[in-house]
């Protein structure tokens, strides 16, 4: 049970992996300082922000800003490079953070390409103070992306559309939820129930997330929690990326199936499935995608009216094609499952 506080304390924790450029860095602490910003006008949320550097070397690039932020809200760790190794990125700041005396009210997970809403702590608290009886270990809202120039990124844009409406249309029912990169808002004693992250899960976001429902807590979706993100430049970013989110469906259910078999709620279970077999076999639904264009039009409109039409045509052949790169990426993922193939692959990133 949720205690009710005046002010909560809440840590937010970014890993910054060893090839991220530093020009990204300071535009994640931009972000960042208007969620402190906003957060100590409203008087509800007592924010400090760490970053995990995976690279000793940018302290020379980022010592003005360490020395400027030492005794205010923003801390940075430097650790050795470890390509790949989020968790272990994590579990370093966490094992600083639960060693303390006093234990954070909340903890708040963003990717170093996070673009929160101002006021995304606060609103995710909100749903924490609405139902403070319930299990609820994490909050999160929908995600949407900075920027759809590409066509790679009009595809994202569809998919995260596709994605918030299954979460709303959830909302319905005791389902279960995933939030890539566990960007959100969780409790603060959530990891002294279920463990540090995985270090050896190639996505140990699914893998808490898993593990949350598997110990009788809850993940609630709210629409005013929002938060932009950058989608893959190409279609290799976006295929390297997907390889990776169906090897950590393999590796869930591996790990987890008898787990979720064995779960009481009927609907957690079915969701769970659905979840993680599905995209092996996502071209059977094209008819849906079909359909679901009337849904892509209308979102267009309501944003920009009918003045790009060639955006639109892009989201169409977008929206039939995703099913099949899905799949393709899903059964790559499956031969590199086999062979044991969990190299991590770095995105490019643009500066925004």
């Not at 300071?26 to 760490?50: A, F, Q, R």
């Not at 799949?327 to 499956?334: G, H, L, Q, V």
Request: charged share 30%; net charge neutral; proline share 3%.
């Amino acid at each position: 049970m949720l205690e009710k506080k005046p002010l909560y304390k809440t840590i937010a924790i970014i890993p910054v992996s060893s090839s991220e450029p530093v020009e990204l860095v300071k535009k994640s602490i931009e972000s960042m300082e208007s969620v402190k910003k906003y957060s100590d006008y409203n008087k509800k949320v007592d924010l400090k922000i760490i970053y995990v550097i995976d690279d000793s070397k940018k302290r020379v690039y980022l010592e003005d800003i360490a020395n400027a932020k030492k005794d205010e809200s923003i801390e940075f760790i430097f650790r050795l490079p470890s390509q790949g190794k989020k968790a272990a990125a994590l579990n370093d700041a966490l094992e600083k953070i639960y060693s303390s005396d006093t234990k954070p009210d909340f903890l708040a997970f963003f990717d170093v390409d996070s673009r929160p809403k101002e006021d995304f702590i606060d609103r995710c608290i909100d749903v924490f103070e609405t139902n403070l009886n319930d299990n609820i270990a994490l909050v999160s809202g929908p995600r949407f992306i900075i920027n759809e120039e590409s066509f790679i990124q009009k595809l994202v844009g569809v998919e995260y559309l596709l994605i918030n409406d299954l979460y709303r249309f959830s909302d319905f029912f005791y389902s279960y939820k995933h939030f890539n990169g566990l960007i959100g808002l969780v409790r603060g004693d959530l990891f002294d129930k279920i463990g540090f992250f995985d270090e050896n899960k190639i996505c140990e976001d699914l893998d808490i997330c898993e593990r949350i429902y598997i110990n009788s807590l809850k993940i609630v979706y709210t629409d005013k929690a929002i938060v932009k993100e950058q989608a893959p430049l190409t279609l290799n970013d976006f295929y390297k990326q997907r390889i990776r989110w169906m090897i950590g469906h393999l590796e869930g259910i591996n790990a987890h199936f008898n787990d979720f078999l064995y779960i009481k709620n009927r609907s957690i279970k079915i969701s769970w499935l659905l979840f993680v077999f599905l995209p092996f076999n996502i071209v059977a639904l094209q008819p849906f995608f079909m359909m679901y264009y009337c849904r892509v039009i209308q979102d267009s409109i309501k944003k920009n009216g009918l003045r790009n039409i060639r955006s639109l045509l892009e989201k169409f052949v977008a929206l039939m094609v995703y099913p099949y790169l899905m799949e393709f990426s899903s059964f790559n993922a499956i031969f590199r499952y086999i062979k044991n193939d969990k190299r991590w692959e770095q995105l490019e990133r643009e500066f925004v």
